[in-house]
């Protein structure tokens, strides 16, 4: 650190790989008074209709962070743009844009664009071989970050040494934290150190949702949960969007077309599925309304510069907003969920927090005015400006939210809340959705760019609206989706109330069959991601990884955002194009690669894969362990006891390794150690499960049924247990499927417990 002028290095090896202040632009407004050096927009400033009469003046803060020796830089989402950050700043170019981190209502955004979204997140991560890096700064006000290159001029002058960030914030303080690494995994427990790891969800959370803009009545959601079952498509939840509420008043039904809402949700839990209904954060100003009416009595709506409650317009009309960020009121809105307080309501019952950057109709940019005043200390403590706290008012509405649903069980049931506001920490309270997407093969392809940034950015639990939100797609574009949806985080399709039905069912043969067969996938690999949702609530750890996360020393895959790693263990290529009949791969590492369809081997390098609407290449890494539940149910409750699939995909050695986390998926009970946390070992021909560590206490029967296992080169083996009992081993397909040749070892029916020790010889 030097202090005349101020900078700090981080150094390895002896050389800075990031230096805050390198260009000696962090400043700050000094406090003056009005009239003092007075320039236009500094107390006042005008936007169309609208005036923010800025009391306190110009309040901005600069700082510059400099990534030495890097090309990619990562992060600042939420934008549809790559993956890898383009720069902002060329000289010469007046129209380059800086990135904006401004939480916004935004109507059908753009594909391709700086332009900020729903959620914020300051973080920068650079990445090169051998390092990552990152940079967060803890401020929720709006913020602008121009990103560059420094070039060399040796050789052709295109040669960038180092990417440069410049970051702007309206106000706030400078909190800034560096996460030094050195891996990528090292980064993301950083930051979850700072930030918090992502809530355990329960196991419906991470299955298939089925939602529209709107669902009709309460026989329209009992027609699509039997059709799902007629046409033995697995879902695990239905949504109710605002059309269910007695005119757009949140915690009610509209009795005309729910008349039985109770009723309807007790029919859908007994076939192991659950509700979500809409909650978004405006209350209608409706004196009969008895939300509005104790909110309004207790002073619990932001205020206006001049301390009147603030009265907005969002679908209810005039609407008020709640000021989440008093403590106080987030505890009062908790209570409001309780199954006394939301009638009609059952523990089966979980919520989707929607328009919560907030979205006012009638405001500045789809928004609350930034001289709106907040009092988190009660209406006797100072207040804020919203301008300091815009961007975490959606994180505090969806806490309150997750708050609720947990006290409703009296803290013992796991909830689920999904928002589309956010910023950094909201992954301890739910999963987040990429808002309102088209139906486009734009669409398509940006959503994988759009999730890589948001897992890098601690956001795990998150997905987009699998076939587009606005528009109608064709039968090959709702295909395709499904299929890279399987790879979502959070699995949802969601539909504009304007666009035509497209359950999955109504395109007719074979796309139905396309769909049934990606939906069955996911739930085939529900044992598999759950473990991986586990491991990101222990350390931080994305579910959906950069191929540079798992190969943090190829600089093949640094730019890449049209793959990425599902886990350690399975590599996805979704087809992006119409009428593809091929994708080029690139298969990293020097580990073989197994098809997860036929279970064929591929050398790592570039691969060219003829591709057809049936499926969407899909490979599992050599030296790997998945565990899969193969048997087709209806949901995934209906599935909790179903015996288990080992799939072992050798490496060059003939190794492979892997785990598997079991609890009760939906409970906390797993803080007090009933959970089951096996460590799978392949290596010298034996086959070895042993506990993963010493704190699981839980027993559950689930068993092994069957273990597949892919590269072995002599596939005329014996096996046998540690006791001598012998096994049935046999070649045979991957999958069982027309066409499949049989390149796997099969040990079948085992009738070997997933939560006990034992041992598989092979001779």
Same mark, same amino acid.
């Given at each position: ?63 510059? !962070? ?50 900020? =979204? ?27 970050? %121009? ?240 301008? %300091? ?5 959606? =994180? ?39 808002? %309102? ?8 392809? !940006? ?28 039968? %090959? ?94 590599? !996805? ?134 273990? !597949? ?55």
């Amino acid at each position: 650190m030097r202090y005349s002028p101020l900078k700090v290095d981080l150094i390895q090896d002896g050389k800075p790989f990031a230096t805050f202040n390198d260009r000696q632009l962090f400043h700050l407004e000094h406090t003056h008074t009005k009239g003092e050096n007075e320039t236009e927009g500094a107390w006042e400033e005008r936007f169309r209709s609208f005036t923010d009469s800025k009391p306190r003046g110009p309040q901005a803060i600069s700082v510059d !962070v400099t990534f030495h020796s890097v090309r990619h830089i990562y992060g600042l989402p939420e934008r549809a743009s790559s993956f890898s950050l383009k720069d902002t700043f060329e000289e010469g170019n007046p129209t380059s844009e800086p990135y904006r981190l401004y939480n916004l209502d935004v109507f059908e955004y753009e594909h391709d664009s700086p332009f900020g =979204l729903y959620g914020s997140i300051p973080l920068l991560l650079a990445h090169r071989a051998g390092l990552t890096v990152g940079a967060f700064w803890l401020n929720g006000a709006e913020m602008f970050v %121009d990103v560059s290159s420094e070039r060399s001029g040796f050789l052709t002058g295109k040669h960038v040494v180092s990417r440069q960030s410049h970051w702007i914030a309206e106000s706030g303080i400078v909190d800034l934290f560096f996460m030094p690494g050195p891996s990528p995994a090292d980064v993301a427990m950083q930051y979850a150190q700072l930030t918090g790891t992502a809530s355990l969800p329960p196991m419906f959370g991470i299955s298939y949702h089925q939602c529209r803009w709107n669902y009709n009545d309460q026989e329209d959601v009992k027609l699509v949960d039997a059709s799902f079952d007629e046409h033995g498509i697995p879902y695990d939840v239905i949504w109710l969007d605002i059309e269910h509420t007695d005119g757009k008043r949140y915690l009610t039904w509209d009795r005309h077309k729910f008349p039985e809402p109770k009723k309807m949700q007790q029919e859908i839990a007994f076939k192991g599925r659950k509700m979500v209904t809409i909650v978004d954060p405006h209350i209608k100003r409706d004196k009969n309304y008895p939300i509005f009416r104790e909110a309004e009595k207790s002073g619990y709506f932001v205020k206006t510069k001049d301390k009147k409650d603030f009265d907005g317009w969002c679908w209810p009309g005039s609407s008020s907003y709640l000021d989440v960020l008093n403590p106080e009121i987030r505890q009062w809105w908790a209570k409001q969920l309780s199954e006394e307080n939301y009638p009609e309501s059952t523990t089966d019952l979980h919520i989707w927090n929607d328009m919560n950057e907030p979205s006012v109709f009638n405001g500045p940019e789809v928004t609350m005015p930034k001289d709106n005043l907040h009092f988190p200390n009660g209406s006797s403590g100072l207040p804020v400006e919203h301008r %300091d706290v815009h961007n975490l008012y959606g =994180l505090f509405y969806h806490a309150a939210t997750a708050e609720g649903l947990k006290l409703r069980s009296e803290g013992k049931e796991r909830t689920f809340v999904l928002s589309r506001a956010f910023f950094a920490g909201s992954q301890k309270y739910g999963a987040i959705w990429t808002g %309102d997407n088209a139906a486009n093969w734009d669409h398509l392809r !940006v959503s994988v760019p759009m999730l890589l940034s948001l897992s890098i950015a601690g956001i795990s639990f998150s997905g987009a609206d699998v076939g587009g939100f606005f528009g109608n797609p064709e039968a %090959d574009l709702l295909t395709r989706w499904y299929q890279l949806g399987t790879y979502y985080p959070f699995l949802r399709a969601h539909a504009h109330l304007e666009t035509k039905r497209r359950e999955p069912w109504l395109f007719g043969e074979p796309a139905t069959s396309r769909i049934r067969e990606a939906l069955r996938e996911r739930y085939a690999l529900l044992p598999y991601l759950y473990t991986l949702f586990r491991w990101g609530n222990l350390t931080g750890q994305p579910i959906m990884r950069p191929l540079w996360y798992e190969f943090p020393n190829d600089p093949n895959v640094f730019d890449m955002d049209d793959a990425f790693m599902f886990g350690d263990s399975l590599l !996805v290529y979704p087809v992006l194009e119409k009428d593809a009949e091929s994708i080029t791969a690139r298969l990293p590492g020097t580990e073989p690669w197994y098809c997860a369809k036929t279970g064929s081997v591929h050398a790592p390098g570039t691969a060219t894969v003829s591709v057809n609407l049936d499926s969407i290449p899909v490979w599992l890494r050599g030296g790997t362990i998945v565990a899969r539940k193969e048997r087709p149910r209806r949901s995934s409750a209906q599935a909790a006891l179903d015996p288990l699939t080992l799939v072992i995909s050798l490496d060059r050695k003939g190794a492979a390794s892997g785990d598997l986390y079991i609890d009760d998926g939906h409970s906390f009970d797993f803080d007090s150690g009933n959970y089951i946390h096996r460590k799978f070992s392949f290596t010298g021909q034996t086959l070895t499960n042993e506990r993963f560590d010493g704190s699981s206490t839980w027993d559950m029967p689930t068993m092994i049924e069957k273990i !597949v296992i892919l590269g072995m080169k002599n596939k005329h083996l014996s096996a046998h247990l540690q006791d001598g009992t012998p096994l049935d081993v046999e070649q045979g397909p991957l999958i069982m499927a027309a066409g499949n040749p049989d390149l796997a070892l099969i040990v079948r029916k085992p009738k070997l417990s997933a939560s006990l020790d034992w041992t598989i010889t092979f001779l």
